[in-house]
């Protein structure tokens, strides 16, 4: 079977969507002596995505795509508040946004589609961390990214596709900025660290225009940490996990 240009794979690749989301975030900081900060709990969400493969000045198969998901609501907050051990909520709001380019490449295999696309990727994610309670307060964590992944997709059936993607991004320009002491402590700048991130997914066509689409997808990335405005105040390293899934509808263009 060739691959040709009206195919699943390229179908599924010119196409924009949205997906109710459900994201379970894992967060810990690294605090010696204890005890560390640790947060995690499901939230709900959304995502929405756009995507283009096509022949533009004699490139085959050039790819574009951005995907945003952002997920809203309370996770469980466990550790302490200026040294007074403390468990709350905190109504947390995670954003993450990314670009990606690239080209795709047929898998000759008698009888079946397959393409590998590798890419270039950057984009921006943010949490704005709102503990609750009587201890409460405001963080504000945000960071850029940059780096490449692949794209593997094999076509199951004329209206299937199956899909496997993994990405290894940089974490750079991070920091934290608290909203505590009226803005005495100033913000924490990080250095550069690393996020890995590999999903799975599925596309379907159930008619010339709609698709439907569902992934899963897990990320793990490090926050360096960095010292605040008063002598003796940091904000320490923290490792965050982030298992997410969608389910969501597109529109084949």
């Known amino acids: 079977m060739a691959q040709t240009e009206d195919s699943a794979i390229v179908q599924a690749n010119n196409e924009v969507g949205i997906a109710i989301t459900g994201n379970l975030t894992n967060y810990q900081e690294s605090i010696t002596p204890g005890p560390s900060d640790t947060e995690s709990g499901w939230q709900p969400g959304f995502a929405v995505k756009g995507s283009y493969m096509g022949n533009p000045y004699g490139i085959h198969h050039l790819y574009a795509a951005v995907h945003y998901a952002n997920s809203f609501g309370n996770i469980g907050y466990r550790g302490a508040v200026g040294g007074t051990p403390y468990n709350g909520t905190d109504s947390a709001t995670f954003n993450r946004v990314v670009g990606r380019v690239g080209m795709g490449f ?22 704005n961390r709102n503990l609750q309670g009587p201890f409460g307060y405001k963080e504000n964590y945000s960071a850029g990214l940059a780096g490449a992944g692949a794209l593997f997709q094999y076509a199951v059936t004329p209206r299937f596709v199956v899909s496997g993607d993994a990405e290894i991004l940089a974490v750079v320009g991070g920091g934290m900025t608290p909203h505590l002491f009226n803005g005495r402590l100033g913000s924490a700048s990080f250095g550069t660290s690393a996020e890995e991130k590999v999903a799975a997914g599925i596309d379907y066509k159930m008619s010339d225009a709609l698709h439907v689409y569902s992934d899963v997808g897990f990320t793990h990335f490090n926050y360096t940490g960095g010292s605040l405005a008063l002598p003796g105040w940091r904000e320490p390293l923290s490792s965050t996990n982030q298992l997410s899934m969608s389910l969501g509808l597109a529109y084949q263009f």
């Open 106 to 127: 047929n898998i000759t295999v008698p009888g079946h589609l397959m393409m590998i696309t590798p890419y270039i990727a950057g984009g921006y994610q943010g949490w």
